[in-house]
T-cell receptor
Framework: DGGITQSPKYLFRKEGQNVTLSCEQNLNHDAMYWYRQDPGQGLRLIYYSQIVNDFQKGDIAEGYSVSREKKESFPLTVTSAQKNPTAFYLC????????????FGEGSRLTVL | AQKVTQAQTEISVVEKEDVTLDCVYETRDTTYYLFWYKQPPSGELVFLIRRNSFDEQNEISGRYSWNFQKSTSSFNFTITASQVVDSAVYFCALSEAFGNEKLTFGTGTRLTIIP
């Protein structure tokens, strides 16, 4: 079945460690996105990529990094510079950057101990 | 700047009741797009509807209906004859221009349907 796969579903890390969240899609979508969701808040855009080998910062990119070496993959690294990394992270894709219809993965919940 | 307000943090209704989720938005643009997404317990958001600012017709899809009123800057979502499977967090979102990176989400309304 086509869709977006995020892994791991749950992740624990110690302070000062970097961690990478995986996002893979087999929908042949050009655009991919990373969002952060905190309790009682809406989704906030971290990074997005409209094409392979290109990506742009979203509203809260500080402390995060991404790469887009393949169309189907858009991994997110939460670095030790991110001051409050405990959150639910959602990856999404869309056919192009303008449709407004995003397809989401099931998310990765990161907890910093 | 654009803003989306979902004042209802949590709503609980008994199964088969109708329920309306409110969404109020702010934008300076005359052209914009409004969306509703559903987030079930599994975590992924599911697209429900997109509406552009020039189309104020109400839309109905099965038990779901949407009421778009520019005069009150609202885009409310009604579920008729609610079912337990409707339990989820619902997000309203706004884009002032074409471009998914410009989506602004509301804080969501958690809907619980009591059997």
């Amino acid at each position: 079945d086509g869709g977006i796969t995020q892994s791991p579903k749950y992740l624990f890390r110690k302070e000062g460690q970097n961690v990478t969240l995986s996002c893979e899609q087999n929908l042949n979508h050009d655009a991919m996105y990373w969002y952060r969701q905190d309790p009682g808040q809406g989704l906030r855009l971290i990074y997005y990529s409209q094409i392979v080998n290109d990506f742009q910062k979203g509203d809260i990119a500080e402390g995060y990094s991404v790469s887009r070496e393949k169309k189907e993959s858009f991994p997110l690294t939460v670095t030790s510079a991110q001051k409050n990394p405990t959150a639910f992270y959602l990856c999404a894709s869309s056919e192009n950057e303008n449709t407004g219809e995003l397809f989401f993965g099931e998310g990765s919940r990161l907890t910093v101990l | 700047a654009q803003k989306v307000t979902q004042a209802q943090t949590e709503i609980s209704v008994v199964e088969k009741e109708d329920v309306t989720l409110d969404c109020v938005y702010e934008t300076r643009d005359t052209t914009y797009y409004l969306f509703w997404y559903k987030q079930p317990p599994s975590g992924e958001l599911v697209f429900l509807i997109r509406r552009n600012s020039f189309d104020e017709q109400n839309e109905i899809s099965g038990r779901y209906s949407w009421n778009f009123q520019k005069s009150t800057s609202s885009f409310n979502f009604t579920i008729t004859a609610s079912q337990v499977v409707d339990s989820a967090v619902y997000f309203c979102a706004l884009s002032e221009a074409f471009g998914n990176e410009k989506l602004t989400f509301g804080t969501g309304t958690r809907l619980t349907i009591i059997p």
